[in-house]
């Protein structure tokens, strides 16, 4: 019969959907003009010309048959050898090719890892801010997904709140750095110390705590911002990483699961990973886009843009009197709502149906009192919205 | 903690799987002559020369940014307004795009489908032979799978053995016609009476039943065969497809679930999948390939020698005395094992490691006694493989 769960949760828009559909709508009856959509975080700038090349000549080349038939259940070989290798290159570990499970973007990267190390009665615990879809990437798995309160001065973590909710039933632990919605990059400090909490809880529970990194980010940080690969810290880890961001690729699902070798079990998961697609039916990403990634595994589009936004709109804002945690990378930012009571959604509703400046109030992040800026938008497009950002200051 | 149900199925491997492994060992070891696999169903022709066309073309001419942007959660516009038009064209059905769900492969559509209509406590029947994959589609829901013994003299339904086990708890039926493995096509006859019975029992219980049909093989269907459109004869239904074996591009995951707008809460079924992708990380299938595809939409590759292999094979295994029951579609049959007892694990072994002759014992698909024979191989190597037959008969 038709399922009441999922029957239930489509008359349930997100409040990004809402604020997103609302700048639609607008741009259609008032022109785009009148609309300065911050909204969403889908890439602004094109995927490098190597990549299209990459694409083309391998569909030009390639026997059609060999290239486009079924990948082994735990991905193209050649594939996960290059992205062994460069996590190798750039971060000093030893990942092999055995260590990586090439899956659809970060979100099936997360949705297998999550499996791998929670199941039902157990705990899942991120951080605030935190993006909203980890609610069900890890209610799917049937653990319980918890989450530590914002340091809202820094958004590096809370330690005091997690120390304390970090109980026997945690059987991982969630983080996105750099990070969507703050744009913060933890620090080597804040990793070392997430990692000796980590090995002293292992110890005092008497069973493994994975550390689930969620890094579609990786590669969006800004000039001199220190940024650990938090993996090199901790051995019960699982990376996921995407290459949506660095590519400007979200369309193309691409991305993987990389197993810290020194992690309880690391041989054994990857294999699991491709027993888990069996049950959710989601198989391998494209053949086609795990031979293209793969000539290219190094490179990234030209995200100097992001940075470029990043400092044009933290000066802009803090000089008007908005308290900003400076971003540090991705293209997101996250102030504190100007107004009195402080409600995000009343702030932001009323910034985007008076002004047509269209922000995500922090709520949806678990962030209230503040709103995120996804500013992965034409510069012009910032500068124009600014003396729309000083109006809202006084509402 | 690492998930003890996943783990230990790892070092479980499936039969299948190993018939494959061993034929690739014989093959490094003895070479490549001393192997006739007939263990796998890859295709064996290329993809059209226009799809390789198409995917040039737009990965040349479209502005990268928004080719590679996010597709929208239910699948893209365009290309499911394609699908919709092409299955009204030809099977006379009223779908919309909003009817189509674009997936990743007939994987993705059967998991999305099974979630849609049946969850914990529920029942999901099915019919041997089958596809020993609806085994983790189904229970990752929740559901259970039970099986409808084989009709052996046709590989059409056992209708009494169907009618009894259809109980109240059901929630779906699941059908494959064109069938892997048995090569079988339901007739008309079969699809009006399952219809019918499925009405009454809708009615006897008070609940819909859903009928699920997985159709990769729709456009493999030999000369003469009639091959109906299952969802033409029955309201609550969903067709599950894939362009894998119809345009032979089986690693490039495209696929789609379309739901009967006839069908109970017809128009939430689509937005209830896009909820579904959210707890198992699926999302859509590639933006490329869902573009791809809407331009060749109509087409597949030259899928004659499948059908020139069948009757190849089939003459030769019933002159040689094998009892087949002749295939209608498809590049599998599913033959009698010759041997006294009947023991098909037993026979297929002995003939891989004497012979080189790999095929598929038929207890995997539930169905003991048979073996199955994947043919989407050069014809040449059916014609060397015969004496080798003629020889393992005598076993």
């Known amino acids: 019969m038709v ?31 009148s609309v300065f959509n911050f909204s969403i975080g889908n890439p602004s700038v094109p995927t490098t010309d190597s990549f299209t090349q990459a694409l083309i000549d391998i569909v030009k080349e390639g026997d059609p048959v060999k290239l486009h ?12 050898k290059a992205i062994a290798d460069s996590l190798n290159r750039r971060f000093g570990m030893n990942y092999t090719a055995a260590h990586i499970f090439p899956t659809s973007g970060a979100a099936g990267a997360l949705s297998h890892a999550i499996r791998c190390v929670a199941g039902k009665g157990e705990v899942v615990l991120t951080f605030a801010p ?3 879809e980890y609610n069900p990437y890890v209610s799917g798995t049937g653990a319980t997904l918890k989450v530590v309160p914002a340091d809202y001065d820094t958004f590096q973590i809370n330690f005091e709140k997690f120390e304390e909710m970090c109980d026997e039933k945690v059987a991982a632990v969630l983080i996105n750095s750099p990070n969507n919605p703050s744009g913060i990059v933890y620090t080597t400090e804040t990793i070392e110390k997430l990692a000796s909490i980590l090995t ?53 699902r691409i991305g993987y699961m990389a197993v810290n070798p020194a992690a309880k079990d690391a041989d054994l998961l990857v294999p699991m990973a491709g027993q888990i697609s069996r049950f959710t039916g989601h198989n391998c990403p494209t053949a086609l886009m795990q031979f293209a990634i793969e000539r290219v595994i190094d490179e ?19 000089k008007i009197g908005y308290k900003v945690v400076k971003p540090m990378g991705t293209f997101y930012m996250m102030p504190r709502v100007p107004s009195e009571n402080g409600d995000a959604n009343e ?17 949806s992040f ?21 003396p729309l950002f000083e109006q809202a200051y006084k509402f």
């Open 3 to 33: 399922s009441e769960f999922y029957k239930e949760m489509t008359g349930k828009e997100s409040v990004i959907r809402q604020f997103f559909d609302f700048a639609r709508a607008r741009a259609a009856e008032k022109g785009p003009d």
């Open 200 to 252: 002293k809880k292992q110890e005092e529970f008497g069973h493994e705590i994975f550390l689930i990194t969620d890094e579609p980010y990786r590669e969006i940080v800004f000039e001199g911002v220190d940024s650990p690969f938090p993996s090199k810290f901790y051995d019960n880890s699982i990376c996921c990483y995407s290459f949506s961001k660095s590519l400007s690729l979200p369309g193309e």
């Open 69 to 80: 038939g079924y990948s082994p259940t735990l991905g193209q070989d050649s594939t996960k």
């Open 130 to 132: 935190f993006f909203p």
């Open 366 to 386: 678990q962030c209230p009192g503040h709103f995120r800026i996804s500013y992965c938008v034409p510069t012009e497009m910032i500068e124009k919205a600014i």
């Open 300 to 318: 990234t589009s030209d995200l100097s843009i992001y940075e470029k936004n990043a400092n044009l709109l933290y000066e802009a804002l803090t």
């Open 347 to 363: 702030w932001c509703w009323k910034a985007a149906r008076e002004l047509g400046l269209i922000t995500v109030p922090g709520d």
